[in-house]
Structure formats: C-alpha cells, structure tokens
C-alpha cells in the first residue's frame, strides 16, 4: 500500500506574533524538520507545502528525501497547500495522510498506525483522535484525493470530512496528540511546560 504523506506548510504563523511556529524549537531541531523526518519514517513519498521555495522554512528540510510543493496563494488559507499538493501526487497512491506540521505529539509510531489501521479498511477515511474528539493527522482513500481540487478557504479539508462523514474511522492517539496544534506564543510556553 503506498501512502503519500503531505505536511502543508505555506501558512504565515500570524497569530505567533512575528515569530515562525513551525521553525521554534523542539530538541534541538525546528518543529517543521522534527514534522518532516516523521513523515519520511513512514512514508517514500513525503510533500511539504511552503509559500515559496527560497523560504527560510526550506532550510529545515535540507538533505529529507520529501518534495516541497510552491504554494504562490498560500494567504488564501489551508485549501491553497491541499489543492497544490494533491496536484502532485503521483499516479499509483492509494491514499494521502495529512499531517499539520504544529502538532509535535504526533509521533512517527502514530503515523504507522493509522497507515496500518487504513490497510485493513482501505475505503475508509482514518483521522485521528484523541480524548473522543477528531482531530489529526486525517488519511484519506485515492478516491477522495480528487476533492483536494475543490477545496477553498482556511478550512482545510473540513468540507470533505463534512461530506464523507460516513466513511470516517476514528482511530484513538494517546493524550491529547491528536488534539495538540501550537499556533500561539501561549500554547507554546503551555506545550514546552508541559514537557
């Protein structure tokens, strides 16, 4: 089964207040690269979206055998990184997982779940959640990707999870790492105090 993994990455990080979320620091490495690696641990085929490909974000992906994907309207919301990405897929996948790169409780051994859990109900789409609520990453079947396409806005896929919610299989991650996302200078300090 081949499962493309896309991190979409092509957000601005404004509500940090000037600093870039996804290039803070997580032991030793910024979140995006610690993001990156887990996805190559489960995946050959591994997309990062980025506003452009001179970005800084592009530093912490050096030497990752993934594809960053240009995303030159990524200020119209999450749906501009899905559409770009799904437009690159390569022919042959069976399903894409999507993976937000600021949430550093999902773990590469999550990730090989929900791909093992979507082996056994390859019709299903497999999301992930924690505490009985949805959240992330979300795999998607082959025959959803074409939706990607259609997608507008900054609420990502939500209008195909909405769609297709018969299909959904929930699939329980420990804690809250389904559940995480650091988008604010307090949910950081909240997060790395945690820790």
């Known amino acids: 089964m081949k499962v493309a993994v896309i991190i979409p990455a092509a957000g601005a990080s404004r509500r940090m207040r000037g600093a870039d979320k996804l290039l803070q ?7 995006l690269r610690i993001m990156a690696e887990r996805a190559c641990a489960v995946s050959d085929t591994v997309f990062v979206t980025l506003p452009n490909l ?12 993934l594809r960053v994907i240009p995303v030159p309207d990524a200020a119209e919301g999450m749906a501009a990184s899905l559409r770009a990405a799904a437009r690159a897929l ?17 773990k590469s051994s999550n990730l090989d779940s929900i791909i093992k859990y979507y082996g056994n109900n390859p019709h299903a789409i497999i999301q992930g959640s924690s505490l009985n609520e949805p959240g992330h990453p979300v795999l998607f079947p082959a025959d959803c990707l074409s939706l990607f396409k259609t997608l507008s806005g ?3 896929a939500r209008p195909i999870l909405q ?6 299989m929930l699939v329980p991650l420990p804690g809250r790492a389904a559940l995480t996302d650091l988008d604010t200078p307090e949910a950081w300090t909240k997060w790395r105090a945690s820790r």
Request: aromatic share 0%.
């Open 163 to 168: 769609q297709m919610r018969d299909r959904i």
């Open 154 to 156: 900054d609420r990502g």
């Open 25 to 31: 620091d997580v032991d030793g490495k910024p979140l």
């Open 90 to 106: 390569p022919d042959g996948i069976d399903g894409a997982l999507i993976l937000p790169a600021d949430m550093p409780d999902i």
């Open 54 to 65: 001179d970005h800084p974000r592009a530093n912490a992906l050096d030497d990752l055998s």
